[in-house]
T-cell receptor, first 114, second 112 residues
Framework: GAGVSQSPSNKVTEKGKDVELRCDPI?????LYWYRQSLGQGLEFLIY????????KSGLPSDRFSAERTGGSVSTLTIQRTQQEDSAVYLC????????????FGPGTRLTVT | AQSVSQHNHHVILSEAASLELGCNYS??????LFWYVQYPGQHLQLLLK??????LVKGIKGFEAEFIKSKFSFNLRKPSVQWSDTAEYFC??????????FGKGTRLSVIA
C-alpha cells in the first residue's frame, strides 16, 4: 500500500519568505508527527497530532513554526519568515494510533534557506 | 526531560564482524525503547522495539537489543554484519504516549 508521502521533496527559499510543507499520512493512521533532521543532530521532534485531540506543540522551536492537520489526514507545516538556521530535512511520520506504535516515515522535504 | 545518548558517531566494521551500538537514556518512569534504521537513500524504518517483558528483543535482519534497566541502556547488537547493514541507526525513547526522543544517530559503515 501507499506509504507516507511528502511534498515538495526539495525547497529552496530566500531568507524571510514563508514556506509550506505537506504530508500525506498512511490512510487510517490517526497519529501524525513532524520532525526536523539536521546534519549530525538526529531527529528533533516538532509537533504531534493524535486524532481529534489538541496537538502536542511542545517541540516547535519558535512561533514562526505552525502546523495543521485537516480532516484528520493531510498535514501542512508552515514556517514563516524563514531563517538560515531553518535549513534542514523535515520529516513526517504516521502511526496507527499513538507513540507506542511503529512510526512510518516519509522521504522528507529538504529545505534550504539562502 | 528525556534524553538519549548514542556514544558512537561513526563505526566502521569489516564484514562478519560483530556489532554493538550503545544507547543510554535518561527518563524517570516506564519507558518504551526503539531502534530505527535509515539505509542510504531510504526512509527511516523500525528495526525493533521494547515495551515490557523479555529484555532481550529480536528485530528484523538478525538484529537484537537488550534492555538493562539498571544501566538505563538499550544497546543494539548483531553477531555478524553484512555490507548491506551500512546505514544510520537511531535509538529512541518515550514514556506512555509522549513524543519520541531520538538520539543523534550512529553511522555504520561495513567494508568488504
Amino acid at each position: 500500500g501507499a506509504g507516507v508521502s511528502q511534498s515538495p521533496s526539495n525547497k529552496v527559499t530566500e531568507k524571510g519568505k514563508d514556506v509550506e510543507l505537506r504530508c500525506d499520512p498512511i490512510s487510517g493512521h490517526t497519529a501524525l508527527y513532524w520532525y526536523r533532521q539536521s546534519l549530525g543532530q538526529g531527529l528533533e521532534f516538532l509537533i504531534y497530532f493524535q486524532g481529534n485531540s489538541a496537538p502536542d506543540k511542545s517541540g516547535l522551536p519558535s512561533d514562526r513554526f505552525s502546523a495543521e492537520r485537516t480532516g484528520g489526514s493531510v498535514s501542512t507545516l508552515t514556517i514563516q519568515r524563514t531563517q538560515q538556521e531553518d535549513s534542514a530535512v523535515y520529516l513526517c511520520a504516521s502511526s496507527v494510533y499513538g507513540t507506542r506504535y511503529e512510526q512510518y516515515f516519509g522521504p522528507g522535504t529538504r529545505l534550504t534557506v539562502t | 526531560a528525556q534524553s538519549v545518548s548514542q556514544h558512537n558517531h561513526h563505526v566502521i566494521l569489516s564484514e562478519a564482524a560483530s556489532l554493538e551500538l550503545g544507547c543510554n537514556y535518561s527518563y524517570g518512569g516506564t519507558v518504551n525503547l526503539f531502534w530505527y534504521v535509515q539505509y542510504p537513500g531510504q526512509h527511516l524504518q523500525l528495526l525493533l522495539k521494547y515495551f515490557s517483558g523479555d529484555p532481550l528483543v529480536k528485530g528484523i535482519k538478525g538484529f537484537e537489543a537488550e534492555f538493562i534497566k539498571s544501566k538505563f541502556s538499550f544497546n543494539l547488537r548483531k553477531p555478524s554484519v553484512q555490507w548491506s547493514d551500512t546505514a544510520e541507526y537511531f535509538c529512541a525513547v518515550n514514556g506512555g504516549n509522549t513524543p519520541l526522543v531520538f538520539g543523534k544517530g550512529t553511522r555504520l559503515s561495513v567494508i568488504a
